[in-house]
């Protein structure tokens, strides 16, 4: 499953990149929430439905470009949820930090995760405990990795002041600003130790990046100590939250 999923997300970086090289037109959109949407985003959501759809069609699909209304997912134990442009500022800036994100969920837990980025062409892929970095046709299984002084990831497009009062009380840390899921990655293959996050975020966002960095070995908890959950409720958003080796 996790090798089909892996193609699924290549071919959607496929799909992504024919509109990032100019082949097709961009197409930049506003969402009701404010956020940017492209003819790519658009463009892989359809290649991953019709994929996933095909691979396993009794698991519904959750995916932030068509998201089924509560009363429809409110009894869903297992689903894929996709973000199939995570990223959509970087990938309009054109810096190429932008993901594939699509992760399996059960029963609250995201057990299955890719996150491919297509400009880079690296995936990072995590299922039944185990983590995966594949970059230039080498697969190999990636852990977290203590540093000192610590690394850590933050958002390139998203700062806030609530962030800013944490670095400045973390202590003696380097900070690196990357786009997308990239960040659960980074940390999942040891290059950083902390990912805080007290902007918002929807689950779509964070599930197949969560999954990678478990897999790993990192922690993924909200600012109460809870372990990000997945479980249908009528809002997408996340909680603040932090991803870390400790």
Known sequence: MLENICQLARDAGVAIMQIYDGQAPLDVATKSDDSPVTAADIAAHKV???GLTTLTPDVPVLSEEDPPGWEIRQHWQRYWLVDPLDGTKEFIK???EFTVNIALIENGKPVLGVVYAPVMDVMYSAAEGKAWKEEGG???QIHVRE?????????????DSELEDYLSQLGEHQTIAIGSSLKFCLVA???AQLYPRFGPTNIWDTGAGHAV?????AHVHDWQGKTLDYAPR???LNPGFRVSIF
């Not at 000192?148 to 700062?159: A, D, F, K, N």
């Open 48 to 50: 991953i439905l019709k």
């Open 94 to 96: 054109r810096n190429g």
């Open 138 to 140: 080498v697969k190999t």
């Open 147 to 159: 540093a000192r002084p610590p690394l850590v990831v933050v958002s390139r497009s998203h700062s």
């Open 189 to 191: 293959e040891g290059k």
């Open 213 to 217: 960095a478990i897999a790993a070995g």
């Open 234 to 236: 009528e809002a997408f």
